[in-house]
Each structure stands twice: as structure tokens, then as C-alpha cells.
């Protein structure tokens, strides 16, 4: 499996960015995706997940809801994030990442994922 992710980039506070992760190598539909951020300095963090088919979770970490929303198309292996009002404390690298047998209750957790991308950064100033 690989995950490509694509779409950051350096952003005014209030502004919209949409972060892509295009997946090969495996049955897309079947995996459980999130994506991940990491500021410089602390620790890696969830920011949002979708399940595959068959299921139905879907969450979002606090300080983004009602900003972003994660989406995925199954037709182009594709997991989508997009970033409206943006804020200054969203700068970080993201990730994408899947994992095909993850529980839904641990989907917060980047200890659950299996497969990683190469990570986007997002730069918002202000």
C-alpha cells in the first residue's frame, strides 16, 4: 500500500486549502483513513477519519469541527480534507493514513495505522 498526499501550502488565517491522498496497492474501499498533523516540536495528532465501506464512523478532533471535512471517493482511491478558516494553529505537516482492520474506537490513535504518506506541510499566517 501507498499513500500519496498532496494540496499544502502556505495560506492567510481565514483562507481554505484541500489536502489529497491518493491510495495504490490495495482494496481502498476496505480501509479505514485519517489524516494526522504534526507542528514542529510536539507530537503527531489526529485530525480527522473516515471509515470504508460497511461502516460508518466518522470523526473529527475538536478544534477543527465545523472548519474541516474529510471526505473520501472510493471510485479515484482517494481521501480528501478539506480546510476552510483556516487558523494559525493549524500550521503543521499532515498525514494521511490507512489501515484496512482498524477499530473504529482506536481511529484516534496513529498507533492504529498500518500505512502512512509522506506528509503536506501547511504554513497559515497571520
Known amino acids: 500500500v501507498q499513500l500519496q498526499a498532496s494540496g499544502g501550502g502556505l495560506v492567510q488565517a481565514g483562507g481554505s486549502l484541500r489536502l489529497s491522498c491518493v491510495f495504490s496497492g490495495g482494496a481502498f474501499s476496505r480501509y479505514f483513513m485519517g489524516w494526522f498533523r504534526q507542528a514542529p516540536g510536539k507530537e503527531r495528532e489526529f485530525v480527522a477519519c473516515?471509515?470504508?465501506?460497511?461502516?460508518?464512523?466518522?470523526k473529527y478532533t475538536e478544534s477543527v469541527k465545523g472548519r474541516f471535512t474529510i471526505s473520501r471517493d472510493n471510485a479515484k482511491n482517494t481521501v480528501s480534507l478539506q480546510m476552510n478558516s483556516l487558523k494559525p494553529e493549524d500550521t503543521a505537516v499532515y498525514y494521511c493514513?490507512?489501515?484496512?482492520?482498524?477499530?473504529?474506537?482506536?481511529?484516534?490513535?496513529?498507533?492504529?495505522?498500518?500505512?502512512w504518506g509522506q506528509g503536506t506541510q501547511v504554513t497559515v499566517s497571520s
Open positions: 473516515i471509515s470504508g465501506l460497511g461502516r460508518s464512523t466518522l
Open positions: 493514513a490507512g489501515d484496512r482492520s482498524l477499530i473504529a474506537g482506536l481511529a484516534t490513535s496513529p498507533d492504529a495505522y498500518d500505512h
